[in-house]
């Protein structure tokens, strides 16, 4: 059973900005599945494109690994191929979270975790690189060259798959805030939670991130899953 995530309902009287501290990690696996909507599907998601795309002995990227959840649903879906999946996050606590998990899971391939900002990340023969809800928190004047970085260093026919929390409309962020209410969440958390997330999480429109990817090179860019503000692009080289 997982920690339950109960952060946002503390009786501190200040908002502190979100950061993946160890606070996070110890409730992320609860977090994550309350708040992102489709995330489970997501990475199944994720999963069927590597399975269409990803070929032996080459390199995954899974960019904001956190603590495994892409990387560890690739492995399993993949079996063993020979690849290895660069696991890559710049948090200490999410780091050190996902270095104790590996020890108790049987893996098919390798796992390379690299505690590292994804912003420098070399990325080469790689025919999946998969960012889960994590681009978000790079700062967006960084955000045309992360894809840049991400697309010269993958072999033609790779894939990337891109989630991302995007910006919309009010009616929609409302919806949202109801979805996370029927999951558990109190008016009280969801509305801390928004305010510590206001300046670590700035989101782009659809159309910004479809412009930036196009831009970037790549010959196929499709929104695969929606729900709420929450959506998940496939791109392919
Ligand atoms: C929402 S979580 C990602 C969830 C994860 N991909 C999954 O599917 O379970 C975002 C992660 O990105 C990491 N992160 C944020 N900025 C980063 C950066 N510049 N470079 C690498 N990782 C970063 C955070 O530490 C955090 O673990």
Redesign the pocket.
Known sequence: MDKKDQIFDEGFSQVSSFA?DEKVVSVFPDM?KRSVPGYDTI?KGIAMFAMKHVKRQTHIY??????G??SLTLDQALGPQNVTIHA????DA?IAGLNQLLRTQQINNTISVEQ????ETTIKNASMVAS???LQ??DPALRNGAVKNIYQGMNQGGVFVLSEKVKSSDALIDAYHGYKKINGYSDREIARKRQALEDTLLPDTVSEWKVRLTEAGFSQVEVWFRAFNFVSFVCVK
């Open positions: 993946f994550i990475l899974d960019l904001g690994a956190s603590l959840g892409v890559i996050d710049i948090s999410m590292q900002d994804l912003s889960n809800f994590t928190f790079i």
